[in-house]
Structure formats: C-alpha cells, structure tokens
C-alpha cells in the first residue's frame, strides 16, 4: 500500500520556475498513491505505443506499474501532476540512479506527460517539482537518460541547467522498432 510521508503534501502552483500559461489550468503535484496506478499505466503505455519516450518494447500491465511504483522506498518516490480537475495528466519519479551504496544520493529522474496535455507547460511544472523533491530529500545528483532525438526534453534539461555528459549511439529501440542513440544528463543539486 502507497502511503505519502508527512513531508509529502500536495504542491500546488505557482511555485518559482514554474509555469502558468494563459489558458491552462493550474496543476498540482503530490505523491502517487494507490488510486493514481490506472492513470500512470496509461500515460506510460501511450509513450510505450508512440514511441520515442521509453525502450519498453510493450505496454505494462497494471500489476506491473503497481510493481514499479510500490519499489520507489524513500528517499525516493513517484509523483503526479493532476490539473485543476483533479485529473493525473502526468507522472515523474526519483529512482535509484544505481544499486550501490557509494551512488546514495544521485537520482535517476523520469517523466511522462499524458499526450493530451504536452506543449502545455506540464512537463515544466513536473520537472521543477521533481528537482524540488529531490533537493528536499537531500539528493546530490539528478540523472536523466533521454532518447537524443527527443527535442522536448532536451530543451527542459538544458532549460533547468543540465549538462550531458554523454551519448550513447544506436543504443536502445523503441515499440516502432526505431533504433535510437541516448542521450545522459546530469544536474548538481
């Protein structure tokens, strides 16, 4: 079961850095919780079928998504962005950068934003407050591995100041079976 600690309350905007544009709502970010799983699964399956965002081959089941949710221990964890409404149009996650206790305190970062609400400031919004969560769980590192034709994301990391550190050609396919070079970013914290 998914339980948020007490240091993990809803954020709502505008929190400095973010982004409120003329006619989007306001979005909020809290901690995932047990109710959010469908939408995360269906956000994540609609880049695994797009492609272009994730080497997952095939959609996740819902077990599986709970599966990869329920590991985030603090000091990590899963997040949602939810507009106005109350609808989760968005998901990011700190993860474990590597498994090995000289790695404590770098984040491996990852987000997605629901294909209907891309190019609306979400994916700002996700990405400022998950570098807030990381800051506020003391992490010394963000990571972030990225497809290197994914303009979008790009242009955020470089936008909140991260730097790549590498290129990784002809490194991972995508569902469309689209061979793709990946790009790694880090930020200090």
Known sequence: MLSPSVADKPRQL???GAMLLSGVMPYTFR??????????????????????????LTPRTLDQRRAWVESHKPPYGVFVAESEGGQVIGFG????????????GVTDLAYYIAPAWQGRGAGTFMLDNLLREARARHMRKACG?????????????????????????????????????????????
Request: hydrophobic residues 45%; negative net charge.
């Open 14 to 16: 505008p929190p400095a």
């Open 31 to 56: 901690p995932a919780v047990e109710s959010d799983i469908q939408a995360i699964t269906d956000i994540y399956n609609a880049s695994v079928v797009v492609g272009g965002a994730t080497a997952d």
């Open 93 to 104: 996650s700190l993860s474990v950068f590597y498994d090995r206790a000289g790695y404590d």
């Open 145 to 189: 591995i990225i497809f290197a034709d994914n303009a979008g994301s790009i242009a955020l990391m470089r936008r909140f100041g991260f730097t790549q550190f590498g290129l990784m050609p002809a490194a991972a396919t995508d569902s469309t079976g689209t061979m793709r070079d990946m790009s790694y970013w880090y930020l200090d914290l």
